[in-house]
Every structure is written in structure tokens, then in C-alpha cells.
């Protein structure tokens, strides 16, 4: 990414309004940018009179996003409201759910292990199992799903 030099740019010409011009129709790289100084972000195959209004709309003091990552953004967060997008408690094994719920009360994998009676690997075996079905990879993101589904 280059968004390092946008910040650099920044730095040194903070009155300069960077416009980042990509690919990458991401959330992560759309933060990674804004975040680094720029205050236009634009997709490549968007037309050039977005350009040209980009940088009118940014000559104003304003920002601009593409419309298209725009959109992109706002069905992501959109997507994220709704519970149908997260995984059911089906697709998870008994044991699964039984580590689950102790995660989600705080309980650390050697007592865990200890609860259940398996072994450390098999508890972090586990865990690795719930991020990848789940697609949730924080501690933090397993305990609300847990609290969502009430398992608590």
C-alpha cells in the first residue's frame, strides 16, 4: 500500500488533499488509506469525469469516495447488521458449542481442557475450528456470537 506516502505528503504539505487513486475496492485498504492522509479515494475503472469531480468536490474542503466503494462500504455495513449472514449454532459440533460457551464466560484453553476433559491442542483444535466456520477472529467476536445465540 502506499498510503505510507500519503502520509508523508501530509507531513510536510498538511493544505495538500491527497486523492488515492486504485484497485483495491476494500474496506481494509479504503481505512488503511483514509487513515494515512488521503481525503479522496477513487476505483480505476470509475470514469474520468469522477476524477474531475473529485477534485472540484475536494478544491471545496471536502472528501470523496468513488460512488461504487461507497455502495461497497455501505453493503458491507449493512451486511453486518444482519443476522442472517452469521453462521447458525447448527453448523458447529456439540463440542464446539461446549468450548464456545466457555470461551464466552472467559474460561482460558488449559481450563477449558480441564473442564472438558480433552487437551490444550484439542482446545485450540477447536477454537481454530469455530474462527474458520464462523468467520469471526477475535476473542472478543466469538463471546458475542455466543452471547447472540444464547449460549450464556
Not at 77 to 101: C, H, K
Not at 102 to 120: E, F, M, T, V
Amino acid at each position: 500500500m502506499r498510503a505510507i506516502r500519503t502520509k508523508e505528503l501530509r507531513r510536510k504539505f498538511p493544505k495538500v488533499r491527497a486523492i488515492v487513486l486504485t484497485v483495491k475496492k476494500d474496506i481494509k485498504h479504503f481505512k488503511y488509506a483514509m487513515s494515512n492522509g488521503a481525503r479522496g479515494y477513487i476505483l480505476k475503472d470509475g470514469a474520468f469525469e469522477e476524477l474531475v469531480m473529485a477534485i472540484k468536490v475536494m478544491m471545496k474542503g471536502k472528501n470523496f469516495v468513488s460512488p461504487a466503494i461507497s455502495e461497497y462500504i455501505t453493503e458491507q455495513f449493512l451486511r453486518s447488521l444482519g443476522s442472517n449472514d452469521v453462521p447458525s449454532l447448527e453448523i458447529l459440533t456439540n463440542r464446539e458449542r461446549q468450548v464456545l460457551a466457555l470461551i464466552a464466560k472467559g474460561a482460558a484453553n488449559k481450563n477449558i481442557a480441564s473442564s472438558l476433559r480433552i487437551s490444550i491442542r484439542t482446545v485450540e483444535s477447536h477454537r481454530s475450528r469455530l474462527i474458520h466456520k464462523l468467520g469471526i477472529n477475535t476473542p472478543a467476536g466469538l463471546v458475542k456470537y455466543a452471547i447472540s445465540r444464547g449460549l450464556m
